[in-house]
């Protein structure tokens, strides 16, 4: 294998994978390398994304990842109920791992820790060291004081079932569950007619994740609909960021001129945690960028950053007031007030791409919180200079 490389992803997560697959597709003569400490691409995730969070082309070359796919979804709230007609999509870790192992060959290094790297370089913990004109960090999200958050903490199940559920769309929230530590909603996928993904998820001031509570919430939950679990398929946990407050200049500067993508860029959706549509977006800006050099990739990448920073201020906005402005077990009432909206709203809201007459139309109403509360918290100083 040459030391020297036009490009090293560090990382065999979503963000690099993805930039991975699309460099195949629109620069198949680049010599890259992508390094994974782990055995395996991809982790233990499943990762999900509405229709209206992809543009066309994107659908196009994401479509052989879509494990599966349904039309619409629902959710559930104590007040209010209701399907969305908006189409659904989810990519299985498993779906990832299998295509970019087949497609990458030899420019698939695993089971190789990274101890550190530099804009030309990657070193392992076994000592070996592999240059290029840029790397690429897509290590994931590690943490900063740079950026306040609260988080979306969720431990799911995939259970094959003793008769079939009866599901004909996912569940995106149920919230009609007892109410604790912070926000609580249980998420539902259909696989197969006796097949499910259960998840029990929190919106909580800490990462602190309660396994075995969370085991007995599914069973309860299970049981509660009439399902009866059979056998336990597999297990996935995790704890995203929900991004409150932030200095995104600072954010930039502790990557040291390193491209980076992914959680530690807060490249996802800032209420949602969602972060699949953005990891496509960057896919593409990467491979569509003439001059992949280190300092050019930088310059694009943090560009990015700051950008979509800037335009998602209302989104962190509204994340303060979903933490800071009640009591955590009344915080399904903002998400509950929000699903009165039109199904295009609701659309472009997890797309990110709300104008300014969704952003009025989704403070309309009776306030679901106090207007106390809400006040004192749109009123607080800013406690991090850049953040809207």
Request: charged share 25%; proline share 6%.
């Amino acid at each position: 294998m040459s030391d020297r490389h036009d490009l090293i992803l560090a990382g065999g997560g979503l963000a690099n994978g993805l930039i991975a697959f699309r460099l195949t597709e629109r620069r198949p003569d680049l010599r890259f390398l992508v390094i994974e400490g782990g055995e395996t691409l991809g982790g233990n995730h499943t990762w999900s994304f509405h229709d209206g969070d992809l543009s066309p082309s994107e659908h196009a070359w994401m479509e052989p990842f879509v494990a599966h796919r349904w039309p619409g979804y629902e959710v559930r709230f104590p007040r209010r109920s209701r399907p969305v007609a908006t189409g659904y999509a989810s990519v299985s870790s498993e779906r990832f791992r299998a295509l970019l192992t087949e497609r990458l060959g030899d420019r698939l290094m695993l089971g190789a820790p990274i101890a550190s790297l530099d804009p030309g370089r990657v070193t392992l913990q076994d000592g070996r060291s592999f240059g290029a004109r840029a790397v690429i960090d897509g290590r994931g999200h590690r943490g900063s004081r740079h950026l306040k958050l609260g988080f979306q903490k969720f431990l799911g199940q995939e259970w094959e079932l003793a008769e079939p559920h009866g599901l004909a769309h996912p569940i995106v929230m149920d919230a009609t569950v007892p109410q604790r530590d912070g926000y609580r909603f249980v998420y539902v996928l259909p696989f197969s007619p006796t097949r499910l993904l259960i998840e029990d998820t929190y919106y909580a001031d800490d990462a602190a994740l309660d396994t075995p509570t969370l085991r007995t919430s599914i069973a309860d939950y299970a049981g509660a609909q009439g399902w009866r679990l059979q056998a336990l398929v597999r297990e996935e946990h995790g704890i995203l960021p929900i991004a409150l407050d932030g200095r995104i200049e600072d954010l930039v500067a502790e990557a040291a001129g390193v491209p980076t993508v992914g959680l530690a860029r807060a490249l996802f959706h800032p209420t949602t945690g969602y972060s699949l549509p953005d990891a496509v977006h960057v896919a593409d800006l990467v491979a569509a960028l003439p001059d992949l050099s280190s300092a050019s990739l930088a310059r694009l990448l943090a560009a990015h950053a700051r950008n979509l920073w800037q335009d998602r201020a209302y989104f962190r906005l509204l994340n303060r007031l979903l933490f800071l402005a009640g009591v955590p077990e009344e915080r399904y009432r903002i998400l509950e007030h929000f699903y009165r909206l039109p199904d295009p709203l609701v659309a472009r809201f997890y797309a990110a791409r709300l104008d300014m007459g969704d952003k009025i139309r989704i403070f309309a109403g009776k306030p679901p919180v106090s207007i106390r509360s809400a006040i004192r918290v749109l009123a607080a100083r800013r406690t991090m200079k850049d953040d809207a």
